[in-house]
């Protein structure tokens, strides 16, 4: 206990430049576990939206108590819920699986997936302000010379959306690579569960945690350069403001979203 009292910098920094193999394979599951379930969120934030907008009650209704339900319960409690609740009840039980040569333990799958649930709720909300965000009469004019409304939602109105859709989705995948520490509630060996056991046995807490905070923040540094160059690219030719990675780094919300707020999970 004695090594905690003082925080030693010798120590600290050989764990910032030469982090432990073990350190490195977390930090890989932490990116890899992010753009996955940050991808099924993704999808399923589409499949939501577009069910949102049926002409079927019984599917809007489905859909809008499927936004409700994640977006009001805790992320741990739907995390514990999948990976303890489904085999304690019997209905599925993850097992390790080898996909193209990678293993992927029954943990980290259902991490993926309850993530990637997750993330849909929030998406599904950012989708359709963004949709909605383009005038009516863009649809209209589509329809008009004869495009589907179908087609017309894929070459006029999704183009369009997609400009005002990035900022808040990169914003969500900046969230999502540091909530990916909650998954060391199931076993799965991140960077944060990876610090854990370092701490557990060297009780060097300020020097680790700091390795890892930085660690992290190396991550939400380098997504907010590519977000930014991403936006850049999708910016309308014509007098769009673009923020700078200052703004970027610190947070800004997208000028057509200003109204919507993200809720803490």
Do not use: C
Request: charged letters at 15%; a positive charge; hydrophobic letters at 50%.
């Amino acid at each position: 206990m004695l090594a905690a009292l003082h925080f030693s910098w010798p120590y600290f920094e050989h764990q910032l430049v030469h982090p432990s193999h073990s350190f490195l394979l977390g930090l890989w599951r932490t990116i890899y576990i992010s753009v996955l379930a940050q991808l099924l969120g993704v999808v399923l934030g589409f499949a939501i939206d577009f069910a949102r907008r049926s002409r079927y009650r019984g599917l809007r209704a489905g859909a809008w108590t499927y936004v409700w339900l994640l977006r009001g319960t805790p992320l741990l409690v739907q995390l514990v819920l999948v990976y303890d609740g489904l085999a304690a009840l019997g209905l599925y039980s993850f097992s390790d699986i080898t996909i193209f040569g990678a293993g992927f333990s029954g943990a980290i799958q259902a991490g993926i997936i309850t993530l990637g649930i997750n993330e849909s709720a929030y998406m599904a909300e950012i989708i359709r302000a963004s949709i909605d965000s383009v005038d009516d009469g863009q649809l209209e004019a589509a329809e008009s010379i004869g495009m589907t409304r179908g087609r017309a939602m894929r070459h006029v109105i999704l183009p369009q959306a997609l400009r005002v859709m990035i900022p808040p989705l990169g914003n969500d995948f900046n969230n999502m690579m540091k909530v990916t520490s909650l998954l060391s509630v199931i076993g799965v060996e991140e960077m944060f569960l990876n610090a854990q056991e370092t701490n557990s046995v060297t009780f060097r807490t300020f020097e680790i945690f700091i390795v890892v905070a930085l660690y992290y923040l190396m991550l939400t540094t380098v997504w907010a350069v590519i977000q930014r160059w991403l936006e850049a690219k999708l910016a309308a030719p014509t007098g769009e403001q673009k923020l700078g990675l200052r703004e970027r780094l610190i947070g800004r919300p997208s000028p057509a979203l200003a109204g919507w707020t993200r809720s803490t999970r």
